[in-house]
Every structure is written in C-alpha cells, then in structure tokens.
T-cell receptor, first 113, second 115 residues
Framework: KAGVTQTPRYLIKTRGQQVTLSCSPI?????VSWYQQTPGQGLQFLFE???????NKGNFPGRFSGRQFSNSRSEMNVSTLELGDSALYLC????????????FGPGTRLLVL | AQTVTQSQPEMSVQEAETVTLSCTYD???????LFWYKQPPSRQMILVIR??????QNATENRFSVNFQKAAKSFSLKISDSQLGDAAMYFC????????????FGAGTILRVKS
C-alpha cells in the first residue's frame, strides 16, 4: 500500500499570504490528523477530520482551518501568514477506530518570510 | 490535560550496545495508548512500538521493547543491539482511548549511535 502523501513538500510564502497544504491518506484510512512541528513548541496537534467532519481541534487560532473530502483527502489552510507559522506540517492517517495507530506522511516544510 | 515528559534531550550509544530512553506522562484516564515514534533526519515520522494501557505485558518489536509502569506513569524504550540506522529523534506520545486521534508528544530525545 502507498503511504501517506503530502504536497507540496516545500513552500516559501511571505507574511500576510495564505497557504493550502494537501494530504492523501493511506487507502482505506478515513481519519486524518494534522500536526505542527517547530523547534520551540515541538509537535502540536492542529485538528482531526473523519468523514468530512472535524472531530478534534487543538489550541490554534482561527487562521488555521482544514477540511476533508469524500475520498478522505484533507487540506489545511493558513490565512494571514505570520513568521511564527514557519514549521514542518505533518499529516497522519488511521482507520476511524480509536484503537488504530496513526501513520505519518513526510511533511510539508513551510517557510514564511 | 495530558502531558508527556522526556527528560533526556540527547543520548549516545555505541553500536551493538543497549540504550534506554525515558518517558513519563501525566493523565487522569485509565484507558489510553502510548507510542514511540522515530524521526530520522529525513523528517518522516515512523512508528516504533505501541502499548495499550490495559495490557500488563510489555510490548516488543524485534530489537525494541518497552518497560510500561502504569502506576508510575512511566514508559521507557529499550533498544538492543543498536545500529547506525537507529540514530534519530525519538518521540514518546500519548493518546486517549476515548477522545479521538489526538497525539500528545514529548519534546523528543536525540539518539546518536557511535561506530
């Protein structure tokens, strides 16, 4: 089976712009979660989507949003980018059962200038 | 809120030797899952091992094993016969059994393997 894929892998934006990141889960996986990784804050949970609905949300401002499509692919959007949004954004997928393990994609490296 | 603490920012081990990475967590829940993930320089997060809190038996996966002490809220990872490919950042993570797929991560431990 193909693993979790994320596009693009690298992105450079300027302050004030917006960005959309994409995640395609492992075939059959219906839950997609997003995490932000920075040197200062470590790994932090952004949100989780299942069956096109947000099921869990972390403590991030409203500038961070996401959605999931009927084929389980997910996108996250960050509006009005700030320098502090520079990070590695990781997507993870799993079966919807809470007992299942999450498998991560390679991440999207976002640099905000 | 649950927290995960990894008190060792960095560890070193000689090739073929054994190393133990420490992790403690804080939770009021009785049912949960614990994980060790490995993140090599490529940044791809890879699952190493997982433990269900309701299982008393410690999980093992080839050269990797855990020492799960539920009462002490401790979850250490032992790597036996260390290999150069084991060099990476290791993250301990907690997930509730009832509140969805949110993983709470520790700060990570960098493992260096010396040849």
């Amino acid at each position: 089976k193909a693993g979790v894929t994320q596009t693009p892998r690298y992105l450079i934006k300027t302050r004030g712009q917006q960005v959309t990141l994409s995640c395609s889960p492992i075939s059959g996986h219906r839950s997609v979660s997003w995490y932000q990784q920075t040197p200062g804050q470590g790994l932090q949970f952004l949100f989780e989507y299942f069956s096109e609905t947000q099921r869990n949300k972390g403590n991030f401002p409203g500038r961070f949003s996401g959605r999931q499509f009927s084929n389980s692919r997910s996108e996250m959007n960050v509006s009005t980018l700030e320098l502090g949004d520079s990070a590695l954004y990781l997507c993870a997928s799993s079966f919807p059962d809470y007992q299942e393990t999450q498998y991560f994609g390679p991440g999207t490296r976002l640099l905000v200038l | 809120a649950q927290t995960v603490t990894q008190s060792q920012p960095e560890m070193s081990v000689q090739e073929a030797e054994t190393v133990t990475l420490s992790c403690t967590y804080d939770t009021s829940e009785s049912d949960y899952y614990l994980f060790w993930y490995k993140q090599p320089p490529s940044r791809q997060m890879i699952l190493v091992i997982r433990q269900e809190a309701y299982k008393q038996q410690n999980a093992t996966e080839n050269r990797f094993s855990v020492n799960f002490q539920k009462a002490a809220k401790s979850f250490s990872l032992k790597i036996s016969d260390s290999q150069l490919g084991d060099a990476a950042m290791y993250f301990c993570a907690y997930r509730s059994a009832t509140y969805g797929n949110k993983l709470v991560f520790g700060a990570g431990t960098i493992l260096r393997v010396k040849s």
